[in-house]
């Protein structure tokens, strides 16, 4: 999507955040760290929304829940960042990265279906969505083109998505329509557009590939 490159291009150049990764990188803040503090984050953003849903606490769980994929999502884009600077941009902190998206987004999108906010038929096709579209972007590369990160719905799509719909739950935590088999709440409809958008993903980024080869 749009917003993909989008805010590839808003971290790159964005005068805050590249004055974060300097701050970091004047204190010797290994890239790898970020990457793995990145994924603690997003360990307790899952625990959170799955332990949200049952409780009488739901706002303050789903508002923390939040807050930890915001952390996610900066550190993400920092990691990367802070390497340029430091000039220890190599293939061992690159490889990390990708890693620890995956296993982020698997605990993120984890905690959301096991709380219970979308039937886990529906989870389980937009977890197959979101590792097979990663796949595919990472595939391209293997074969040798270069790494894919278009398509309909990208990773920075992914969080912007589910950060926008745990701020709405915030402001409305009830399904829409009401009743009926499509009934979810903000974030059950998130998921339920990763299962479709994703999967188209990781469609468009197979042909795409295979077009080129």
């Known amino acids: 999507m749009v917003l993909d490159s989008l805010l590839r291009a808003f971290v790159d150049n964005c ?11 004047a204190r010797g803040i290994s890239p790898n760290f970020l990457s793995l503090l990145s994924f603690f984050f997003a360990l307790l953003a899952g625990v959170f929304f799955f332990l ?10 789903l508002l923390l829940a939040g807050v930890f994929v915001c952390l996610n999502a900066l550190l993400d884009g920092l ?16 490889f990390l990265d990708h890693v620890v998206d995956r296993y982020s987004d698997m605990f993120i999108i984890g905690g ?7 039937s886990w038929e529906i989870g389980i096709i937009a ?18 083109l270069n790494r894919m990160y278009g398509g309909l ?24 329509p009401a009743s009926g088999p499509l009934s979810f709440s903000f974030l059950g409809w998130a998921i339920f557009i990763f299962a479709l958008l994703c999967n ?10 295979w077009r080129r080869l």
Do not use: C, H, W
């Open 200 to 209: 188209a993903t990781a469609f468009q980024r197979f042909v795409y590939t």
């Open 79 to 94: 990691d990367g960042l802070v390497a340029r600077e430091i000039g220890n941009a190599n293939k061992k902190g690159d």
């Open 52 to 61: 949200s849903r049952k409780s009488t606490s739901l706002t303050l769980l």
């Open 153 to 176: 719905l990208g990773r920075a799509d992914r969080i912007v998505l589910i950060i926008g719909a745990t701020f709405l739950m915030l402001a409305y935590p009830y399904q829409f």
């Open 15 to 25: 005068g805050f955040v590249r004055t974060t990764a300097r701050f970091f990188a």
């Open 112 to 118: 959301i279906v096991f709380g219970g906010y979308v």
């Open 127 to 144: 977890i197959v969505g979101v590792l097979l579209s990663s796949y595919m972007g990472t595939q391209a590369q293997a074969v040798g």
